[in-house]
């Protein structure tokens, strides 16, 4: 089971084409009526839920991929800034307007986690909310962290706790809980203003730090700056060296029935090599002979795979960019499964096939917009006045009903 999962709140401002503070509550009431397999609980015990798929929808270029790449950038900050070259430019962009350029980002998730980290990985080990804070200035192109912090809200506190916080100076004060005790003085040698006190100690084997920088590895992106699809060859190196996950693909492919009876990976001349049987075919065919779809959902369905089994984030922009529209919530579907996703794994996903809407609640749907001044506006559907559950959203989306949609003409 993940030590961190369940992210239900997610801050941005300032981040590419977000100008003003976006705030994206998933937190589903616990009145709500009950729909099965569609929510989970935000932590062990607690009444209020959030969905496990979100699905965002909008125009071109009104921002829908900022939100994942928000997402990503806070994974890799938290997992992989340390390891950057001294002195190279964050994966990130701010609003482009002269005010903004050498103005603050501002990025913020909260998501639930185990409150003791040394019951981590024990079964039923109590739960609480976190939430992690980053603010990164720059002037003039340099970055650098005006602050970081971890806070949680564990059950003998009526207030959120402060693990750490991080000034501009590179000072750091922890609680006692987080334990940075023998840590301080190697910690102030080697923190950098560019790199994360999590990243930093995980390098210095700190016992906490390490656990946040696996939960961060959970999250599993195809994009940071740019989408990512990878390529076929990568895939295939992948599926090589992870046998089981070649009987897993295959026992879904011939499920999902795109006509392959099964994937083979053998040692050629210069690496593996993938070929496919198919029904009614004498002989294997190579990848590049299968169609953009499914060479796609090959490369994509070990992302999923692995937040499913792990309990973990797949970050998917662009999903139905060219997977068939039937297969769209079939792969959502998992998601809902208890025994497709025991741990509660989230998706988390860009999308512009508005027939989605009709496999989805109203608070599993985002809308990005953006104004004639390039800022992007995030809200959900479940914010749109007089929604129901009983209506089209496909239709009333398409008609305009709810923003979002774009203007030709």
């Given at each position: 089971?993940?030590?961190?999962?369940m992210l239900h709140?997610?801050e941005?401002?300032?981040?590419?084409?977000?100008?003003?503070?976006?705030?994206?509550?998933?937190?589903?009431?616990?009145?709500?009526?009950?729909?099965?397999?569609?929510?989970?609980?935000?932590?062990?015990?607690?009444?209020?839920?959030?969905?496990?798929?979100?699905?965002?929808?909008g125009?071109?270029?009104?921002?829908?991929?900022?939100?994942?790449?928000?997402?990503s950038?806070?994974?890799?900050?938290?997992?992989d800034?340390?390891?950057?070259a001294?002195?190279?430019?964050?994966?990130?962009?701010r609003?482009?307007?002269?005010e903004?350029?050498?103005?603050?980002?501002r990025?913020?998730?909260?998501?639930s986690?185990?409150?003791?980290?040394?019951?981590?990985?024990?079964?039923?080990?109590?739960?609480?909310?976190?939430?992690y804070?980053?603010v990164?200035?720059g002037?003039a192109?340099?970055?650098?962290?005006?602050?970081?912090?971890?806070?949680?809200w564990?059950s003998?506190?009526?207030?959120?706790?402060?693990?750490?916080?991080?000034?501009?100076?590179?000072?750091?004060?922890?609680?006692?809980?987080?334990?940075?005790?023998?840590?301080?003085?190697?910690?102030?040698?080697?923190?950098?203003?560019?790199?994360?006190?999590?990243?930093?100690?995980?390098q210095?084997?700190?016992?906490?730090?390490?656990?946040?920088?696996h939960a961060?590895?959970?999250?599993?992106?195809?994009?940071?700056?740019?989408?990512?699809?990878?390529?076929?060859d990568a895939?295939i190196?992948?599926?090589?060296?992870?046998?089981?996950?070649v009987?897993i693909?295959?026992?879904?492919?011939?499920?999902?029935?795109?006509?392959i009876?099964?994937?083979r990976?053998?040692?050629?001349?210069?690496?593996?090599?993938?070929?496919f049987?198919?029904?009614?075919?004498?002989?294997?065919?190579?990848?590049?002979?299968?169609?953009?779809?499914?060479?796609?959902?090959?490369?994509?369905?070990p992302?999923?795979?692995?937040?499913?089994?792990?309990?973990?984030?797949?970050?998917?922009?662009?999903?139905?960019?060219?997977?068939?529209?039937?297969l769209?919530?079939?792969i959502?579907?998992?998601?809902?499964?208890?025994?497709r996703?025991?741990?509660?794994?989230?998706?988390?996903?860009?999308?512009h096939?508005?027939?989605?809407?009709?496999?989805?609640?109203?608070?599993?749907?985002?809308?990005?917009?953006?104004?004639?001044?390039g800022?992007?506006t995030?809200?959900?559907l479940?914010d749109?006045?007089s929604?129901?559950?009983?209506?089209n959203?496909?239709?009333?989306?398409?008609?305009?009903?709810?923003?979002?949609?774009?203007?030709?003409?």
């Amino acid at each position: 089971m993940a030590i961190f999962n369940m992210l239900h709140r997610l801050e941005i401002e300032n981040f590419y084409s977000i100008h003003d503070p976006q705030i994206i509550d998933l937190t589903v009431a616990a009145n709500a009526p009950e729909e099965p397999g569609r929510f989970a609980p935000l932590w062990l015990g607690a009444r209020e839920e959030a969905p496990k798929v979100v699905a965002i929808f909008g125009p071109n270029a009104s921002g829908k991929s900022t939100v994942l790449k928000a997402l990503s950038f806070i994974r890799w900050f938290v997992k992989d800034s340390f390891s950057a070259a001294r002195g190279s430019r964050m994966p990130f962009d701010r609003f482009n307007s002269e005010e903004m350029l050498n103005a603050p980002t501002r990025l913020a998730i909260q998501l639930s986690g185990v409150e003791n980290i040394e019951h981590a990985g024990l079964a039923g080990a109590a739960q609480c909310r976190y939430r992690y804070e980053l603010v990164i200035g720059g002037k003039a192109g340099k970055q650098f962290v005006e602050s970081e912090a971890l806070y949680y809200w564990p059950s003998s506190a009526t207030r959120k706790v402060r693990l750490f916080e991080r000034n501009a100076a590179g000072e750091v004060i922890a609680s006692k809980t987080f334990g940075l005790s023998g840590y301080r003085q190697a910690l102030e040698k080697v923190l950098r203003a560019d790199a994360s006190v999590i990243a930093t100690l995980a390098q210095l084997e700190h016992g906490y730090s390490q656990q946040l920088w696996h939960a961060a590895s959970l999250l599993v992106s195809n994009i940071l700056v740019e989408k990512y699809d990878g390529s076929d060859d990568a895939a295939i190196r992948h599926y090589a060296a992870n046998p089981d996950l070649v009987a897993i693909f295959n026992r879904e492919i011939q499920r999902i029935d795109v006509g392959i009876r099964e994937m083979r990976i053998e040692q050629g001349n210069n690496g593996p090599v993938a070929l496919f049987e198919h029904e009614g075919l004498a002989l294997p065919m190579p990848i590049v002979y299968e169609s953009h779809g499914t060479r796609q959902f090959i490369r994509l369905y070990p992302f999923i795979l692995e937040a499913l089994q792990s309990g973990g984030i797949a970050v998917v922009d662009e999903l139905d960019a060219t997977i068939h529209p039937l297969l769209l919530p079939e792969i959502l579907r998992w998601f809902y499964d208890p025994v497709r996703n025991p741990h509660n794994a989230q998706l988390w996903m860009t999308c512009h096939t508005p027939s989605l809407l009709e496999d989805l609640l109203k608070e599993e749907v985002l809308f990005c917009d953006k104004d004639q001044e390039g800022k992007t506006t995030i809200y959900g559907l479940r914010d749109i006045q007089s929604v129901r559950r009983s209506d089209n959203y496909y239709r009333k989306y398409l008609g305009g009903s709810f923003g979002a949609v774009p203007q030709i003409g």
